[in-house]
């Protein structure tokens, strides 16, 4: 196995650039635990380990129910999510693997029901971040936990 670059020591001026988009979306409007949810089931999808493992810690350490986090890869089936959070993870698979027809006019509709423009365009930026974060950390292989020290992950005492 060839070793991959690390992004963080050889591109930091983009990175920091990410972190700066990526820390205005936290500061956003939308909720942390809807945003925690888009982060889990986008990483999901992109089946980018690190992430999912960060974001899943995150999630923890923020209060989130353990059989919620087990429930958002069946979340269409699951009884606990609500329906705006529903909404957030069916345009959060839109977006994150788009058909030939984009994000389909049901889907949005269903979003415009539970978010105003500014928040849907937030919701919006936040799925887009975390799809290039994904990307970012599949194409370095970067290791699960690799920097739960660092980003303070392992106060949430999960082997």
Same mark, same amino acid.
């Given at each position: =196995?060839?070793? #991959?670059?690390?992004? *963080?020591? %050889?591109?930091?001026?983009?990175?920091?650039? /990410?972190? @700066?988009?990526?820390?205005?979306?936290?500061?956003?409007? /939308?909720?942390?635990?809807?945003?925690? /949810?888009?982060?889990?089931?986008?990483?999901?999808?992109?089946?980018?380990?690190?992430?999912? @493992? =960060?974001? &899943?810690?995150?999630? #923890?350490?923020?209060?989130? %129910?353990?059989? #919620?986090?087990?429930?958002?890869?069946?979340? %269409?089936?699951?009884?606990? *999510?609500?329906?705006?959070?529903? $909404?957030?993870?069916? /345009?959060?698979?839109?977006?994150?693997?788009?058909?030939?027809?984009?994000?389909?006019?049901? +889907?949005?509709?269903?979003? %415009?029901?539970?978010?105003?423009?500014?928040?849907?365009?937030?919701? $919006? *930026?936040?799925?887009? +971040? +975390?799809?290039?974060?994904?990307?970012? =950390? &599949?194409?370095?292989?970067?290791?699960?936990?690799?920097? @739960?020290?660092?980003?303070?992950?392992? #106060?949430?005492?999960?082997?």
């Amino acid at each position: =196995m060839s070793t #991959r670059i690390n992004l *963080f020591q %050889r591109v930091p001026d983009l990175i920091k650039a /990410l972190s @700066d988009a990526s820390q205005a979306s936290h500061h956003s409007g /939308l909720d942390s635990t809807l945003k925690n /949810l888009v982060d889990i089931r986008t990483s999901q999808l992109n089946g980018c380990a690190f992430c999912l @493992d =960060m974001h &899943i810690k995150q999630a #923890r350490i923020l209060g989130e %129910r353990e059989l #919620r986090l087990h429930h958002v890869a069946i979340w %269409r089936e699951s009884p606990l *999510f609500t329906a705006k959070e529903k $909404a957030a993870l069916a /345009l959060t698979e839109a977006l994150t693997r788009p058909g030939a027809e984009g994000v389909s006019d049901a +889907i949005y509709d269903a979003a %415009r029901e539970h978010f105003d423009e500014v928040a849907l365009s937030e919701l $919006a *930026f936040a799925i887009s +971040i +975390i799809n290039t974060w994904n990307r970012l =950390m &599949i194409v370095s292989q970067t290791a699960p936990g690799a920097l @739960d020290k660092a980003y303070g992950l392992d #106060r949430a005492n999960l082997e």
